[in-house]
Every structure is written in C-alpha cells, then in structure tokens.
C-alpha cells in the first residue's frame, strides 16, 4: 500500500454527470453480472463532450496532486481517451495518470476493484455505492461522493463527503504526518 497514492474515479467524483442527474442506486449489481457492448459502450466517445467539473472538485485534486500521487480510474471506455484526455487538459491544465476501461468484457465496477486493487491506494474516491462498498474491502479509506442514490451505503471504513474538497483537510494532515482531527 502506497501511503502517498489516491484514486479517483471520473464521472460523479471529478465530472459532473449528464444533466447533472447521477441515476442507479447500485442496489441490485451483481459481482458476477457479465460486461456487455451494448448502446452506451457504443456512444461512449459522445457521452462526455460538454461536461463540466463538479463543484470545488478540480481545485481540490490540483491541491492533493501537490503532496500525492493521484490517480484516474474510470469506467469510462478507451475509445473515449481522446475526448477524456481534452476535458482534463482544459479544466484541469494537464492529464494525470488516466486508466481506462480497454473493453466491454469487464463490468464498469470489475475493471475498477482490478485496477484500484493492483494501484492499492490509500483512499480511493467514488459515487457509485456498488463499486464503493466493494472497494471498501480492498482500501482503507472510501471517500464517497454524496448523491441520492447512495445514501444507503455505510460502512466503517466509508466517508461520505459533498465533495473531495472536503476530504482535504484529513488527507493533507495524513500527509504531513498529523493525525487527523
């Protein structure tokens, strides 16, 4: 476990979501459910264009970039990279280490426990309660972004926040070696 690794996963956590609506409670996924190429991995490229950061959410990443190493884990499909890789240039001013979900073989939450479980960080940041809760097994810290439809999710280990700016505080102390308060 890297003590000075983040991830974050993108669309809900970094990017707001299409019309601002974060749909699925993630109450009836199944670890087991087979990924599928259907109409949305087909649209994928298109999905994203137009959308904007979630609130006070860039400037936080920026501000953590500074004393970790952050990480991207998104489900969103390799051939949206071009399209992924211009909305961090333009909002955030660089790409950071991006990984991409390569096919349609995975589950948006299977690629994601693959990759954060081989990342091993010490937080991760997410907003789908499916993901999160499995994560949860693998990852110290959850820092879940509070929508609706995961509000159900608890756990000792998950911390709901509005926002990652409002993990700063906790994640800067551990950084500088300060318990937190």
Not at 80 to 101: I, K, N, S, Y
Not at 113 to 132: M, N, Q, S
Request: net charge positive.
């Amino acid at each position: 476990m890297s003590e000075r690794l983040l991830t974050f996963d993108l669309d809900g956590v970094l990017c707001r979501p299409p019309l601002g609506i974060n749909p699925g409670s993630g109450r009836r996924k199944r670890r087991d459910a087979q990924g599928k190429a259907g109409l949305l991995w087909l649209t994928e490229r298109w999905r994203y264009i137009g959308r904007k950061p979630m609130p006070r959410a860039l400037e936080a990443f920026a501000r953590l970039e500074a004393v970790y190493r952050c990480v991207v884990v998104t489900a969103r499909g390799e051939q949206a990279r071009r399209f992924t890789e211009r909305w961090f240039r333009t909002h955030l001013g660089h790409v950071p280490e991006l990984h991409m979900r390569p096919s349609p073989a995975e589950t948006s939450a299977q690629f994601k426990v693959r990759v954060v479980g081989e990342l091993a960080p010490v937080a991760h940041f997410e907003d789908d309660p499916f993901t999160a809760a499995w994560l949860a097994e693998l990852v110290p810290t959850i820092f879940l972004v509070d929508w609706r439809r995961n509000r159900w999710l608890t756990g000792s280990n998950i911390r709901r926040v509005a926002s990652i700016a409002d993990a700063l505080p906790e994640l800067l102390e551990r950084q500088a070696g300060r318990p937190a308060s």
